[in-house]
């Protein structure tokens, strides 16, 4: 993916080249680019956009924004060494329902905890993506676990009613 930044802004997108295939392989119906090797590789992202979709519609719309959410804590504990589709898997596993947002983005960040060090494969099923994160995912682990108890007791002391500690955590998070 080529990070696209717009000067003067926050924001940012992600573009990736792709071409269509004939359609013959249905679990790849794209070419995406392959800096590796200077080619084009198959990708399903199709498929892949479609079981998002499906997922956001059972989470209330919810899903993307707290994929969105992980993200951020993630990127604050780790930069950039974790591509947002280990994210976005880790919340897929996490969440299957409507939650309340910090519930979520808690239970998003013990899976990643937990996964970050195993094996795992994208929400497809079809890309065994636990292998890309690398001789990293030990330390990814430890960071991970650590925020993720963060999570639980924010969420723990919300529940009982210290609202303002429980924002001081979450601020820590992000």
Not at 12 to 25: C, K, L, N
Not at 139 to 157: C, D, G
Request: aromatic share 6%; net charge negative.
């Amino acid at each position: 993916a080529l990070k696209m930044e717009l000067e003067g802004h926050e924001f940012h997108f992600d573009s990736v080249p792709a071409w269509d295939t004939d359609g013959t392989d249905p679990d790849r119906d794209v070419l995406i680019a392959d800096r590796d090797t200077g080619g084009w590789k198959p990708s399903n992202t199709r498929e892949l956009m479609a079981v998002i979709a499906t997922r956001n519609a059972a989470t209330n719309k919810r899903f993307i924004h707290w994929v969105r959410m992980a993200k951020a804590a993630v990127a604050n504990i780790a930069g950039e060494d974790i591509p947002g589709l280990h994210v976005e898997t880790w919340a897929y596993h996490a969440v299957t329902g409507p939650l309340d947002d910090d519930v979520a983005l808690a239970q998003i960040l013990a899976t990643a905890a937990e996964l970050v060090g195993g094996v795992y494969y994208d929400p497809t099923g079809v890309d065994r993506i636990s292998d890309r994160v690398g001789p990293k995912a030990s330390r990814h682990q430890l960071a991970l676990k650590s925020i993720a108890q963060q999570a639980a007791e924010a969420v723990t002391i919300a529940k009982d009613g210290d609202h303002n500690e429980a924002i001081r955590i979450w601020h820590d998070i992000f």
